[in-house]
């Protein structure tokens, strides 16, 4: 059982064409938490100059990268083999969206490895690698081009899986929410200072306050927030009548 299912996750590019996009898989790969690189019967046709350039901070995993003489030697000790398709049609009428497969497929790499198998530039994968996939994968793109750059599309596939992993944990909200006491407060002072400075009469009060509180209201108002604010009326109330 891998305790990170993203170990267990490797990514395959057959036949790829340009060290480039190799380079710039790697990248992507790395921004995602995935870091096993196979290459399935490469056929570079550029110098490994391009690709180290675009791997930029990630050029550990094209170091580490490890070759294989065909797909089917590459995939061998997978427990599961994802093919990526911009295609739809023979062989393809089971494509899913990665979004919708992400979560099965980490429980699949809990298990053992997985391959996610990336095709050649010019041609995709062929009909006999399409057949080896156990599950196929098409990310949704618009019909008038759905091709996407190989490196695109690795990114793509892998920012699914790593979304689906939890593992990045969005910053929060540091200070607590104001309490209602604190809210009327603010209500309260706001109101007054409105009337110290002149922007609305007392009869006009209910009507005013009203307005504020629904802008005071919008999201969560913490205790710094509020804070803030009932700052500025205790300010605007001390300049009234200090500069009357
Ligand atoms: N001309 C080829 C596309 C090659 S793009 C074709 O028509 O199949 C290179 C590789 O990027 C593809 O083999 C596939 O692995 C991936 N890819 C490109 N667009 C994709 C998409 N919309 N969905 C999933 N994978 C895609």
Not at 4 to 12: A, H, K, M
Not at 68 to 87: N, Q
Request: charged share 20%; hydrophobic share 45%.
């Amino acid at each position: 059982m891998a305790a990170n299912p993203l170990d267990n996750i490797r990514v395959v590019l057959v036949g790829t064409l340009y060290t480039g996009n190799v380079g710039s898989s790697c990248r992507a790969m790395a921004n995602m938490g995935i870091r096993h690189l196979r290459l399935a019967a490469p056929n570079l046709q550029n110098s490994w100059e391009e690709g180290e350039r675009l791997a930029v901070h990630a050029t550990d995993i094209l170091a580490a990268r490890e070759e294989f003489p065909s797909l089917e030697a590459a995939v061998a000790d997978c427990v599961a083999v994802v093919g990526t398709t911009a295609r739809e049609g023979l062989y393809r009428q089971h494509v899913k969206a990665p979004r919708d497969c992400a979560s099965d497929l980490l429980s699949v790499a809990a298990t053992g490895p997985v391959a996610l198998v990336f095709g050649r530039e010019d041609k995709g994968l062929l009909n006999e690698e399409i057949a080896q996939c156990t599950h196929l994968v098409r990310i949704p793109v618009d019909e008038g081009y759905t091709s996407l750059n190989l490196s695109q599309a690795v990114l793509l596939t892998c920012y699914e899986l790593f979304a689906a992993s939890g593992r990045y944990v969005p910053p929060r909200e540091k200070a607590p929410p104001a309490p209602q006491a604190q809210k009327a407060q603010l209500n309260k002072n706001w109101a007054a200072m409105l009337r110290e400075i002149g922007f609305m009469k007392e009869e006009q009060s209910d009507h005013f306050m009203q307005g504020f509180q629904r802008v005071f209201s919008r999201g969560v108002v913490t205790k710094d927030d509020a804070a803030l604010m009932l700052g500025v009326a205790r300010q605007a109330v001390w300049a009234a009548k200090n500069h009357a």
